[in-house]
Nanobody, 123 residues
Framework: VQLQASGGGLVQAGGSLRLSCAAS????????IGWFRQAPGKEREFVSA????????RYAESVKGRFTISRGYSKNTVNLQMNSLKPDDTAVYYC?????????????????WGQGTLVTVSS
């Protein structure tokens, strides 16, 4: 599975961005999709994940109530709606996929990774 993350950019604190993760050449059917982020000088951290059916969703505590993960109407996209953005949300955001029904929160549980998209939140 080849993944393409997009939608990053520069936004002021309090603003919103919508990230998308697209699969090329196939659908996400049967795959759990996760979003992770890595800020400069920090380790990669879990943001959110959704099971292939969409019935199971997880969020990091730091983004609960602000971010929403969802599957697109097409079978090969997953979106991450990010609202009320804070400077601490600044990072490169990666989407990842694994053939599973469980929305894992550990990066080691994902086999496929996209290239990342940069989100910068200015204060």
């Amino acid at each position: 599975v080849q993944l393409q993350a997009s939608g990053g950019g520069l936004v002021q604190a309090g603003g919103s961005l919508r990230l998308s993760c697209a699969a090329s050449g196939r659908t996400f059917s049967g795959y759990t999709i996760g979003w992770f982020r890595q800020a400069p000088g920090k380790e990669r951290e879990f943001v959110s994940a959704i099971s292939w059916s969409g019935g199971s969703i997880r969020y990091a505590e730091s983004v609960k109530g602000r971010f929403t993960i969802s599957r697109g109407y097409s079978k090969n996209t997953v979106n991450l709606q990010m609202n009320s953005l804070k400077p601490d949300d600044t990072a490169v955001y990666y989407c990842a996929a694994d053939r599973s029904t469980i929305p894992f929160a550990r990066s080691v549980d994902y086999y496929y990774w996209g290239q990342g998209t940069l989100v910068t939140v200015s204060s």
